[in-house]
T-cell receptor
Framework: AQSVTQPDIHITVSEGASLELRCNYS??????LFWYVQSPGQGLQLLLK??????LVQGIKGFEAEFKRSQSSFNLRKPSVHWSDAAEYFC????????????FGKGTRLSVIA | NAGVTQTPKFRVLKTGQSMTLLCAQD?????MYWYRQDPGMGLRLIHY???????AKGEVPDGYNVSRLKKQNFLLGLESAAPSQTSVYFC???????????????FGPGTRLTVL
């Protein structure tokens, strides 16, 4: 069965500092991988996705993520965090066949301090 | 193009009352989902649909029913509300299969439900 683990429940970073949010998945083959962001009081929005090919994918708002098959990881990074990045971030795994719903991690809440 | 809309945005129910949450999408997507979000629990899938007239159970289906009579609408019903169903409910539609390497879920803004 597919599963996603986001080990960090809450992370606090200073504005301008770099960010890395961790995501580990369990899946039998090469999955589709996603990061979604949820700003307070809103629904989720897709940040980026990995299907195949280049293991470093670029997303919106300056985010990137790297797929590492050997570590079953898909960590999200940003070189310099802005106060507006404060939100909850969800990693998700899906099947390339699309016949099963995405499986979401429990999320990591990011706080940004001045 | 409104995307995914949810009605209502807020609702307060008394235990035992019933209600229906409406989700509508104008993107002609086949796949639609209902989730609930509770603190520390992430998103939990309630029910989903892979096309008009189809529904399937998700992770936490008990106490909920759904219907997908029209492709653009996905209704979530609570027949007899319980305080444990106090939550924020999100609907999503998914564009899987619309093209090569196409797979994005679009979420509605949520419905905040309180059951007293």
């Amino acid at each position: 069965a597919q599963s996603v683990t986001q080990p960090d429940i809450h992370i606090t970073v200073s504005e301008g500092a770099s960010l890395e949010l961790r995501c580990n998945y369990s899946y039998g083959a090469t999955p589709y991988l996603f990061w979604y962001v949820q700003s307070p009081g809103q629904g989720l929005q897709l940040l980026l996705k990995y299907f195949s090919g280049d293991t470093l994918v670029q997303g919106i708002k300056g985010f990137e993520a790297e797929f590492k098959r050997s570590q079953s990881s898909f960590n999200l990074r940003k070189p310099s965090v802005h106060w507006s990045d404060a939100a909850e971030y969800f990693c998700a795994v899906g099947s390339p066949s699309g016949n099963t719903p995405l499986v979401f991690g429990k999320g990591t809440r990011l706080s940004v301090i001045a | 193009n409104a995307g995914v809309t949810q009605t209502p945005k807020f609702r307060v129910l008394k235990t035992g009352q019933s209600m229906t949450l409406l989700c509508a999408q104008d993107m002609n997507h086949e796949y639609m989902y209902w989730y609930r979000q509770d603190p520390g629990m992430g998103l939990r899938l309630i029910h989903y649909s892979v096309g008009e007239g189809t529904t399937a159970k998700g992770e936490v289906p008990d106490g909920y029913n759904v219907s997908r009579l029209k492709k653009q609408n996905f209704l979530l019903g609570l027949e007899s509300a319980a305080p444990s169903q106090t939550s924020v409910y999100f609907c999503a539609s998914r564009d899987y299969g619309r093209g090569a390497y196409t797979d994005t879920q679009y979420f509605g803004p949520g419905t905040r439900l309180t059951v007293l």
